[in-house]
């Protein structure tokens, strides 16, 4: 749970006749890729930005999930910015309130907090080819003016909730995991959970403790290593407060984490380590062959996300739990149907079911220049060039946008070199004195094809349904290869594969 915030956002947007000395920037998304944009845009100068966020507060992901137990998969010195080392993160896998406050903290040392504008909801974003700006719409009817306009949302932003018949008609409270209702006690209920990944494996242990009855419905069975996870000693702080030493630890994470890449290619020595490393997880914490042979993933390691948790194999041990893998059929009023017929009674129904992660599309009407809504353009999958720029999309920039998520590793080792490269495509459009950069069709087409080519041989191409696919089968949200790569793809900007207008 947090506490809302306000700012007044003092920044000045360029109105359509470009009165302003500078470039009017918008920023939609106030997470860690979005202040990430933020900071850095002050750094190099720039003052006439706003960041528009529709939550009360910054933090994006970080404000969303605040369900039991949220937490970061990637460690904490590795998951926060290169600039702005924190030596004090009190655990190895930071919590979520102590990352959104970390945010906060970034936010207010870099000057960013009065150009945040908070509860606000973006519902139209027009580029206006005649006068070379965005026009947004904010909900309420507000327009404002942009010459560039940065997408920060992310995949992981709007709930998906499961299409189970009947859903509308359970008699009980059903709550997202990222739209948790804190207001609801779990002691003493019988609550389902549906869904079992990355949420849900955070979850399970946490209301297992207060819960009567904690039933699980488990589609597809995730690998899950390790976590050995633990908190840093004051005396650590300390050695960690040392900057040699700071910066040496995350070095290692860092390598650490490239390595873990080498683990998603299948038949090799690291992907066999890794696979015994999660087999003998699960034999360690459950006895039952049978249930060990449900929890057993048949698709190759790394295909869906691989989960990093120590206690909830153990929580499925406790006898207040139960795991059914029989497929759900529908939902009653008193709880869930599965297709055996056997009712599952609920006071609850948790939906740790993920993300709609292409939903920006949807729920924006986007249109670039001739028109066209950016729905339409990635009706057969999303895609842009370096998961960044859109052809018919002048002075647009996403950052984490399609084929830039990562299974391995933090995902601010792509934010931070997709920043610099925005930046260096402003100071590029304004040296040139130009009005409008977009990247040409052909060159984003070519991006992609050799992309799509290098996905359809990798883990992620090998057969497993997952929230990185497209329905149609195309790999839209993770880049293939290692961190280092990526960033190397984006150390310099090669303008001839861009039109300047
Ligand atoms: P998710 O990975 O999309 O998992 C959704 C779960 O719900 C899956 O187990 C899925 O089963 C199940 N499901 C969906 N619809 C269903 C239905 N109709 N009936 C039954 N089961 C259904 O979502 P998530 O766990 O929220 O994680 C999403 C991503 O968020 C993660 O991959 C990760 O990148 C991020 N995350 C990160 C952290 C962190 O610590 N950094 C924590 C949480 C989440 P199937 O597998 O069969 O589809």
Not at 353 to 370: E, K, P, W
Not at 391 to 397: I, K, R, T, Y
Not at 398 to 426: A, D, M, W
Request: charged share 20%.
């Amino acid at each position: 749970m947090h506490d809302a915030v306000s700012h007044e956002p003092v920044a000045r947007l360029s109105e359509p006749d470009g009165s302003s000395s500078q470039p009017g920037i918008i920023i939609l998304g106030a997470g860690m890729s979005g202040l990430c944009m933020a900071i850095q845009l002050k750094r190099a100068g720039f003052e006439n930005f706003v960041i528009l966020e529709k939550s009360g507060g910054l933090g994006g992901t970080w404000w969303d999930n605040t369900y039991p137990g949220a937490q970061c998969d990637v460690p904490a010195h590795l998951y926060s910015y290169s600039f702005e080392p924190n030596p004090n993160w009190s655990r190895i896998y930071a919590p979520q309130e102590e990352i959104r406050r970390y945010m906060e903290s970034c936010a207010a040392k870099f000057g960013i907090l009065p150009h945040l504008r908070l509860n606000t909801e973006v519902t139209q974003a027009h580029f206006n080819a005649r006068h070379g700006r965005w026009e947004i719409v904010v909900r309420g009817g507000e327009t404002l003016h942009a010459a560039f306009f940065i997408c920060s949302t992310g995949p992981l932003s709007m709930p998906r909730y499961p299409d189970i018949a009947g859903m509308n008609a359970f008699s009980g409270r059903v709550m997202h995991t990222s739209r948790w209702d804190h207001s609801y006690d779990m002691a003493g209920k019988s609550v389902a959970v549906i869904g079992t990944a990355a949420s849900a494996v955070q979850l399970i242990p946490q209301i297992a403790q207060r819960a009567r009855q904690v039933t699980v419905f488990q589609r597809t069975p995730n690998w899950i290593i390790p976590r050995r996870d633990r908190a840093f000693t004051e005396r650590q702080k300390r050695w960690l407060r040392n900057p040699l030493i700071g910066r040496s630890y995350r070095v290692l994470l860092y390598w650490q984490r490239e390595m873990q890449r080498l683990s998603f290619n299948h038949g090799t020595l690291p992907a066999k380590l890794a696979v015994r490393m999660a087999e003998q997880h699960l034999r360690r914490h459950v006895p039952d062959p049978a249930l060990r042979q449900v929890l057993r993933p048949d698709y190759q390691f790394g295909c869906k996300r691989v989960l990093v948790s120590d206690d909830y194999y153990p929580a499925l041990m406790q006898p207040n739990v139960a795991l059914i893998t029989t497929r759900i059929s529908h939902i009653t009023p008193d709880g869930v149907m599965t297709a055996d017929g056997a009712l599952h009674a609920a006071d609850a129904i948790v939906c740790a079911t993920g993300f709609n992660v292409t939903g920006l599309a949807a729920m924006i009407d986007f249109r670039g220049q001739s028109g066209q809504s950016l729905g339409a353009a990635w009706s057969e999958g999303a895609q842009a060039y370096h998961g960044m720029t859109v052809a018919d999309f002048p002075n647009f920039f996403l950052l984490l946008g399609p084929n830039t998520g990562t299974g391995h590793t933090s995902t601010l080792l792509f934010v931070e070199p997709q920043v610099k490269y925005v930046i260096r495509c402003i100071k590029e459009l304004m040296q040139r004195k130009k009005a409008t950069l977009m990247v040409k069709q052909e060159a984003m087409a070519s991006h992609n094809r050799s992309l799509q080519e290098r996905l359809s041989r990798s883990v992620w191409g090998s057969g497993c349904s997952s929230w990185y696919m497209h329905s149609n089968g195309r790999v839209e949200v993770i880049y293939p290869g290692f961190s280092f790569q990526y960033r190397k793809a984006l150390r310099r900007v090669d303008f001839s594969d861009y039109e300047f207008l």
